[in-house]
């Protein structure tokens, strides 16, 4: 095979060393927004506080004689602290400070299940809400990161906000007592979701 040099003597062109393609990559090192900091933190409020609700939630179900409805809520309890600390890590892994909030004692009773599933959807719009305008912020400040985290979330509370409206509506349906809620709290024992569709089968 005929090297570079040897070219370069026989046709006086020196050939172009190839340069490596470079590929874009989102810099999760890179300072954060000092405005999306806040705001990152501040959402911290608004997780915790639904997993110290959700667990009242639990208590109170569980003191009702709804077994399957109390350990629902005690999952939501669980997986609102793993949305918190989804975004600690994110701070964490990018050197950012963690600011953990003060969270208000929960409320214990609620009149019926009906304004307690009511409650929690209230709760998953307003995260909702929060995420959206956290999404947009990240947005504004160009970070890639922020934004490829913050996607999860968009997609977590699609099915969040779904669920508690569709176990809101059966709940409507079925009543706060008697046979009704015994289904329901049966049916959410198994795991399922009443009055929400039931999900893809595998390919």
Do not use: C
Request: charged letters at 20%.
């Amino acid at each position: 095979m005929v090297g570079q040099a040897v070219l370069v003597r026989l046709i006086g062109v020196r050939i172009p060393a190839s340069q490596p393609q470079s590929r874009s990559s989102p810099n999760l090192t890179s300072p954060m927004n000092t405005d999306l900091l806040t705001d990152l933190n501040e959402h911290l409020r608004l997780e915790f506080r639904a997993a110290h609700e959700y667990l009242a939630m639990s208590i109170w179900l569980s003191a009702h004689d709804l077994p399957g409805f109390s350990a629902w809520m005690r999952q939501q309890s669980t997986d609102e602290l793993g949305h918190a600390n989804r975004v600690i890590e994110h701070l964490l892994d990018r050197d950012q400070a963690v600011k953990l909030p003060a969270i208000p004692e929960p409320p214990t009773d609620w009149p019926d299940a009906v304004a307690l599933v009511a409650h929690v959807l209230s709760n998953e719009q307003e995260v909702t809400a929060s995420i959206a305008a956290l999404y947009e912020a990240a947005e504004r400040a160009g970070d890639r990161g922020a934004q490829i985290m913050l996607q999860w979330f968009v997609t977590e509370q699609m099915e969040e906000e779904s669920s508690a409206r569709a176990l809101l509506g059966r709940l409507k349906l079925a009543g706060s007592t008697g046979l009704g809620l015994l289904l329901v709290d049966q049916e959410l024992a198994t795991g399922n979701i009443p009055g929400a569709p039931a999900a893809p089968a595998a390919q």
